[in-house]
Each structure stands twice: as C-alpha cells, then as structure tokens.
C-alpha cells in the first residue's frame, strides 16, 4: 500500500482544467466568427448598394437621353438588381441634365441594435446641370 503524501494532492484539484479552457476558447472563437459573419454582411450589402445604385443612375440617364421616364427605369432595373429604389430624382431637361438616385440593399446578417440595410448614392448624366445648381 502506498501512502498518500501531500505533494500529490494538488494534481486532484486541476482534473477539468483543460476542458474549461478549451470550451472557453471555442466560446471566443464562435463570438469571433460570428462577428466576422456580421460584419461580412454589412460589407457586402454596402458593396452591392454602390454597384446598383450605379448601375441604376446610369440606365435611368440613358432613357432620359432618349426622352424617357428615368425614374421608372431606374425603379425596374433596382428592382431587377435586388435592391429598392428609395428616391430617384431628374434635373434638367433631355440634353442637359442628371438623375440621382438613392438604392437600398438589406443586409442578410444583421443585429438588433443595427441598422438592417445599407444604401448608396449615385448620379449619372450630364453634369452641367449639377454645377449651376
């Protein structure tokens, strides 16, 4: 039989040790990854808002190049594009002019506390029209 001495006891009180610590730091590493998921998503929704809004403001200038309806133009193709068209705006006539748009993308990813889209602003034409006010 052996006898227990006191410089053995101490191992007894670290056994699950290594379990917290490795499902702590799975803890962190999910909270990272899920923040990064987030922040990923704004990224990419600000990203595509840009691309579509010019896109939008490019196609709605050709058709009032062409004597057309700009803003509904600019409506389907946003429309098209998977964002909304939240305010299109002509100024000028056909040979000089601009069209601003404004298009909204949702974000797929979001929190509460944060805004759940993000929009973008873009103007196409001639812009003399722009510089006169």
């Not at 990224?43 to 196609?59: E, F, K, P, T």
């Not at 601009?98 to 103007?123: E, I």
Request: aromatic fraction near 2%; include cysteine; hydrophobic fraction near 50%.
């Amino acid at each position: 039989m052996r006898a227990s001495s006191g410089a053995g006891r101490g191992r007894h009180d670290e056994h699950g040790s290594g379990t917290v610590l490795v499902a702590g730091t799975i803890v962190v590493l999910m909270a990272v990854a899920a923040a990064i998921l987030v922040v990923g998503s704004y990224l990419v929704a600000a990203d595509h808002a840009r691309g579509a809004a010019d896109l939008v403001a490019i196609s709605a200038a050709g058709r009032v190049a062409r004597w057309g309806d700009g803003c509904a133009t600019a409506a389907n193709v946003a429309r098209r594009n998977g964002v909304v068209l939240v305010r299109c705006a002509v100024r000028g006539d056909s040979l000089d002019f601009v069209v601003s748009v404004t298009v909204r993308q949702s974000v797929r990813v979001g929190l509460p506390l944060l805004p759940d889209g993000a929009s973008a602003t873009s103007h196409a034409g001639r812009l003399g029209v722009i510089s006169r006010g």
